[in-house]
């Protein structure tokens, strides 16, 4: 008998596209050569964090099915041969040997997430596993196989099925066969944030005929009739824990421990130019579209890649409030290293998992912790028009504090990003009018460029604060600032006096203070997507061939 089919979860996406619906199927699983058509083999490890009684642990969840390659509108498409395993640590035998734990039985509920255009709905894989041997040392494999739900759309389209959270349910028994006190362990684990969300199993195309895949002619239906044709059933909740979020960013470097890589598509945050709107479309569709050429930027090369190692650009405004403008910085390479996951000594809120990262950068410019000179010219005074050719220069590493919050309840993950970048504006070049002024190879703010610094024990000195904000809701594309993604960071800096400025017995300090420093002069900077430097092959969708940032994003204001 098949249960009812349940009214998936309404869409935050925007625009209308095709219902799915998950059937949950309690007959046996069928063997892989009873498809029709031909299957499909899936065979995916990926990297999870669980909440174990000793805390918060890395665990690798692999999972194994086949599905149809293709099915048509309306086809009942069937997962079979379905495994999960999950590769719990040390830390989890050291649990359930505390309880005197000789045996272990699992049982496993693994969402999993199927999107199709810009719907969405949920189903939930269970698997049981027969007691196995607790190990005298980790780490400790469980396997399960069990019921999984049938799935069915009534409108053409890719339906994309990704894995989400899952709970283990662990039964421990003493060497005598008795239950353990307690009698039951809940575990229960998402996906390692590093992996943006990129949980991915298969892609199955749905078509209009049975088994061809072809664009279905009909209008897509909105209903979602029961199989009876009657009302749509009522929303059953879905056991386990949702899916998080499926951002278009790419594979962060995989956790301490772990290899590889992936290559993703581009990030929902600034993109490369790409060239006139109005660009005729091509002639034949068999064509190949010549890629627009990555706009001119300052080399971004990384001398010594670590597996960990990403590159990206960044350009922004930052207004100097006396002078009512504002000064555009061009282009810039950021050479960054990413730290571990680290888990905050805070317990996090209920039904939240929390997690820091600390990564490290450097401006890189001809070899110099630096960026381009840039030229602006201002009304000085608000009637003397003054150009300055200037550089940002560090004076200390660049560090990006990110705190991530993953809410079980709604699968959606909240980034909180932090950058500090201690920086000395220094002045090369100025002209008043159009006549040189010369200011010396001396000429600098006295101190680097400062923000309200809001842990000013962890962080003292002087150094600008950028807020970079970052959410990846559930299903849907990152949206704000991921590090790996890129995307808008802000601040305001306050500029310090400036000293050395002058030659010949002229000294200039006091004008150049009195016209550019002070507090309140706002910052909006745009970091671009990153290139996995470190991996093997790295994404060709992130880097050039020489392994450099493909993408150059675009200043804002």
Known sequence: MRGPRPTPRPSRARGRGATIAAFVALAPLLPA???????????????????????????????????????????EIRPTDVTTSVELPAAAVADLTALKAATVRAETRLTVGVTQNEQRAEATWSGTAQPVDVPAEGPLTLTTTGDVPLLTTDTAGELTLAAGGIAVDLAPATADGAATVPPSLAVTCVPHPDTQGRTELARVPVGAGPGTGEPS????????????????????PSSGLPLPSLPVDPIAPPPPGTTGGGSGTPSAGPQADAGPEDAEP????????????????????????????????????????????????????????????????????????????LSLGNLSHQG?????????????????PVTATM????????TIDTLVRIVFATGDNHLENTVRAPLVLRVLDVKVNGVPLDVGPSCRTAAPLSS????????????????????????????GYVLTGGGPLTGEATIPAFTGCGSGGENFDRLLTAAISGPGNHLK?????????????????????DRQPLLVPRPER
């Open 217 to 236: 002619t009909a209008p897509p239906t909105t209903g979602l009739p029961s199989p009876s044709g009657s009302s749509p059933a009522s929303p059953s």
């Open 452 to 479: 309200p610094e809001p842990e000013p024990a962890k962080y003292p000195g002087n150094h600008l604060v950028l807020l970079g904000l970052g959410k990846i809701p559930f299903g849907l594309p990152a949206e």
């Open 33 to 75: 050569a009873a498809v029709a058509m031909g299957t499909l083999k899936v065979d995916t490890a990926l990297p999870y964090v669980c909440a174990l009684p000793s805390g918060q642990q890395s665990a690798t969840v692999r999972i194994t099915a086949a599905f149809p390659e293709r099915a048509a509108v309306g086809e």
């Open 525 to 545: 900077q745009i970091q671009g997507q990153t290139c996995s430097v470190g991996v093997e092959v790295p994404p060709p969708d992130q880097c050039t061939e």
């Open 282 to 357: 091509e002639d034949s569709a068999e064509e190949t579209p010549t890629p627009a050429p990555r706009p001119d930027a300052p080399p971004c090369v990384t001398e010594k890649p670590t597996p960990v190692s990403l590159s990206a650009y960044i350009t922004g405004y930052t207004n100097v409030r006396k002078l009512n403008g504002a000064s555009l910085l061009p282009a810039t390479c950021m050479l960054i290293e990413q730290g571990d996951m680290q888990i905050p000594t805070t317990p996090p809120p209920e039904g939240e998992f929390h997690f820091t990262n």
């Open 391 to 398: 550089v940002l220069e560090q004076t200390g590493p660049i």
């Open 368 to 384: 110099r912790k630096r960026t381009p000179p840039f030229t602006s010219t201002f009304l000085t005074f608000d009637f003397q």
